[in-house]
């Protein structure tokens, strides 16, 4: 990316199990420039609040652990690294343990403006370093960077999504590991949208539908539509 250019910020949302964390990664790969996962953020608070003892339905005690979250991400999509207070716990914060506690976090509405803040710095941080960011998770197209120069909704039945989160959490999509997976997945996006839009794309935001692509053809879809509303191929920003 030559001094002049805008950096190429992609702005994904969705709901759980579309494939938003891989598609972005993959993407962000593909394009050359830096990753960022909001979702990250509020697992690695909900890690950082049991790990201090706090209390996840004592809102405020959670609002002040969000304000000193001592959090380091890494941007390479291909390594990506979570840790907290110096702790590796890029595998801790995808335990079940996590994931059923998590919506605590996410929907206490004190915590949200603080990590949606650190959300938006982070942006524009990587996006100066790699020339661009490709940034997923709620309120992302909409809270976060409603002026990203793409944002995109990838959304999928769910049917797939359940399908999807099964193969990833369980190792197979059998009835018995679909049946174990749809309470996190469904309530997950129950909870989360009490306080966040990710169903239906507001204005500007392009809608993908993966139901029916496997993970090469959602990555394509994306990339096609970074091609056609920035003018951006995987290419241009290296």
């Given at each position: 990316m030559s001094r002049d250019q805008t950096p190429l910020t992609i702005a994904i949302d969705g709901p759980s199990g579309s494939g938003k964390s891989s598609v972005s990664k993959a993407v962000a790969?593909?394009?050359g420039v830096g990753y960022l996962d909001t979702g990250a953020m509020y697992r690695a608070l909900t890690w950082w609040c049991l790990d201090q003892g706090v209390e996840l339905t004592d809102e405020a005690a959670v609002v002040i652990a969000a304000q000193a979250l001592p959090l380091e991400l890494a941007t390479d999509p291909q390594d990506q690294r979570v840790l907290v207070g110096g702790t590796d716990v890029t595998a801790d914060i995808r335990t079940t343990a996590i994931s059923s506690e998590v919506s605590k976090v996410a929907t206490n509405t004190g915590v949200r403006p603080i990590l949606q803040q650190a959300q938006r710095d982070r942006m524009t941080a990587i996006a100066?370093?790699?020339?661009?960011?490709?940034?997923?998770?709620?309120?992302?197209?909409?809270v976060v960077a409603p002026d990203a120069l793409v944002r995109i909704l990838l959304t999928a039945s769910e049917d797939a999504r359940l399908r999807r989160r099964s193969a990833e959490v369980h190792g197979n999509a059998d009835e018995e590991a679909i049946a174990a997976t749809r309470d996190q997945v469904l309530r997950r996006d129950r909870d989360d949208s009490a306080v966040s839009q990710f169903t239906v794309a507001a204005d500007g935001v392009v809608t993908v539908d993966t139901s029916d692509l496997d993970f090469d053809e959602s990555v394509e879809?994306?990339?096609?539509?970074?091609a056609s509303v920035a003018g951006h191929t995987q290419s241009d920003t290296r």
């Open positions: 790969d593909r394009l100066a370093e790699t020339g661009g960011v490709v940034a997923e998770g709620r309120d992302i197209t909409t879809a994306v990339l096609a539509v970074v």
